[in-house]
């Protein structure tokens, strides 16, 4: 079955930066848009990143845009975030999730997610 | 960006109940609205995608309707393992935006 497993977070001073991870299994992972979404404790849910399947889109959520950075690693599966800056209000659970893409027309895909991990937690503190 | 927001934010039932959670849009999405059921420290989980198709293995007590600004989840006979936070999500357009969620109680 499809396994997504985050990890690299942790607690981390404002301004500083960190790496996060996710490992892929059970999908074939080169074939599916990534995204990273981030619960806030005791919020809701917010869309973050995304990075096409081939690595050669990328949409952030403005409030990251210019400090986070999506990357893939389709040879081992992998899916990365490197956040820098950050800010105490970047403390939530970061999960990552792919993407099942459908063609809306006008050249443009819409993509819900269909499996995500359990997250990691990041503080910024 | 497009606003996404969920009715009740919370709603208490009964085992063996219905109830409907409502979520609208602030602008069109089409019907590139998924739903998503969370649990507390879990990870999300898809139950429908474009409106009204179910997930595969997702049962079928849950429905999802609507189109354009307006779009209901529905959960008939409500089972214990239902309690837990659902959430809307538009997918029409970047950036992506969930609703504030929708905390399912036990009565």
């Known amino acids: 079955q499809v396994q997504l497993v985050e990890s690299g977070g942790g607690v981390v001073p404002p301004g500083e930066s960190l790496r996060l991870s996710c490992a892929a299994s059970?999908?074939?992972?080169?074939?599916?848009?990534m995204h990273w979404v981030r619960h806030v404790p005791g919020k809701g849910l917010e869309w973050v990143a995304f990075i096409r399947y081939d690595g050669d889109k990328k949409y952030y959520s403005d409030s990251v845009k210019g400090r986070f950075i999506i990357s893939r690693d389709n040879s081992n599966n992998t899916l990365f975030v490197q956040m820098s800056s950050l800010r105490p209000e970047d403390t939530a659970v970061y999960h990552c999730?792919?993407?099942?893409?459908?063609?809306?027309?006008?050249?443009?895909?819409?993509?819900?997610?269909?499996?995500w991990g359990p997250g990691t937690l990041v503080t910024v503190s | 960006d497009i606003q996404m927001t969920q009715s009740p934010s919370t709603l208490s039932a009964s085992v063996g109940d219905a109830v409907t959670i409502t979520c609208r849009a602030s602008q069109s999405v089409s019907s590139w609205l998924a739903w998503y059921q969370q649990k507390p420290g879990r990870a999300p989980k898809l139950l429908i995608y474009?409106?009204?198709t179910l997930e595969t293995g997702v049962p079928s007590r849950f429905s999802g309707s609507g189109s354009e600004t307006e779009f209901t989840l529905t959960i008939s006979n409500l089972q214990p393992d239902d309690f837990a936070t659902y959430y809307c999500?538009?997918?029409?357009?970047?950036?992506?935006?969930f609703g504030q969620g929708a905390k399912l109680e036990i009565k």
């Open positions: 474009r409106a009204s």
């Open positions: 999730a792919n993407g099942v893409r459908t063609y809306v027309g006008g050249g443009y895909y819409a993509e819900y997610f269909q499996h």
């Open positions: 999500q538009q997918y029409n357009s970047y950036p992506y935006t």
């Open positions: 059970g999908l074939t992972f080169s074939k599916y848009g």
